[in-house]
């Protein structure tokens, strides 16, 4: 559809809108009592969250982010999927899987009684997809809009036999200085250090950031709180269908060689995702569904 379509179709009077992005991506404008988001619909990717009255946008969206076909676009809450991070076949698939790389449907539209507003997007198989992983498949993505966010990974196995997956929502959140905040609620919980060889630690008090991080954390849903004194505020993220979460931040290094971050946005975000990564695998048998989660929200 086009812009006009969509408009006509799921448009909602002062609530939701679509319109031609950065690179003629579609994009939804979301405006709901109790806060605000914007949606792409190239990848099915939250791309910004503000509730009423903040400030700053919980989630980081880089300036130099890419927006087009061939590329995630670098913020926001990216789809991770059917895998999460390397292709666990080692067939040289892309990293995180291929539906952010991919135009998703408009599905539904809805103002709920309260004030929220839901949109939903969809992707299914097509022949290029099965070359990639021989399932048929509906994923859906379902935001829902207000003082909270509620994102919701829904995979449908519609083929007739077991599917196995892994993936995360991927979300970027903005920080006023990385080197200054606090992520909790994962203390006591064991991890993979994958910059440390792949080691297996356990998490000792809060994490704080002073170098390049990233780090699985097994068997856990809890939810996590980013204490950001730098921009006085704190980040709550409630996750479900998760037994994992992952923390990451590049550093400098690797921020420097990405073509689609400044040199210094490493300070300002990081990554906590919520996940089935590591040995938090999934499988669906045929006919059935998973839906991974989040709520996200000031505290």
Not at 109 to 115: C, K, N, Q, T, V
Not at 265 to 285: H, M
Request: proline content about 5%; aromatic content about 8%.
């Amino acid at each position: 559809m086009n812009i006009e379509q969509l408009n006509a179709e799921f448009g909602i009077a002062g609530k939701l809108s679509f319109f031609e992005g950065k690179g003629g991506v579609t994009m939804a404008r979301i405006e709901a009592a109790g806060g605000e988001a914007l949606v792409s619909c190239q990848g099915g990717q939250v791309l910004l969250f503000k509730p009423a009255g903040a400030v700053e946008d919980v989630f980081f969206l880089s300036e130099k982010a890419h927006y087009g076909p061939t590329k995630a676009i670098k913020g926001g809450a990216p789809v991770c999927w059917p895998w999460f991070a390397n292709d666990p076949e080692g067939r040289g698939r892309p990293n995180h899987g291929f539906v952010r790389n991919r135009p998703w449907d408009v599905r539904a539209s809805e103002a709920l009684p309260d004030g929220r507003v839901r949109l939903s997007l969809g992707v299914v198989d097509t022949e290029d997809t099965r070359a990639l992983f021989a399932h048929a498949f509906d994923l859906e993505l379902e935001v829902t809009v207000g003082a909270r966010i509620d994102i919701g990974l829904i995979t449908r196995n519609r083929s007739g036999e077991p599917m196995t997956i892994t993936g995360a929502l991927h979300s970027y959140y903005r920080v006023g200085d990385v080197r200054r905040i606090a992520v909790g609620g994962l203390e006591g919980v064991s991890f993979i250090d994958k910059t440390d060889g792949g080691k297996v630690k356990t998490q000792a008090g809060a994490i704080t950031i002073a170098g390049e991080t990233d780090r699985v954390f097994l068997d856990t849903s809890a939810p996590i709180t980013i204490d950001d004194p730098a921009l006085g505020r704190k980040i709550v993220i409630e996750g479900s269908g998760s037994r994992s979460a992952v923390v990451w931040n590049p550093w400098i290094d690797v921020s420097t060689s990405m073509s689609d971050l400044e040199d210094d946005d490493y300070e300002v975000f990081v990554c906590v995702e919520t996940a089935n990564a590591g040995t938090d695998i999934v499988t669906i048998p045929p006919g059935g569904e998973h839906r991974l989660g989040m709520v996200v929200g000031l505290g």
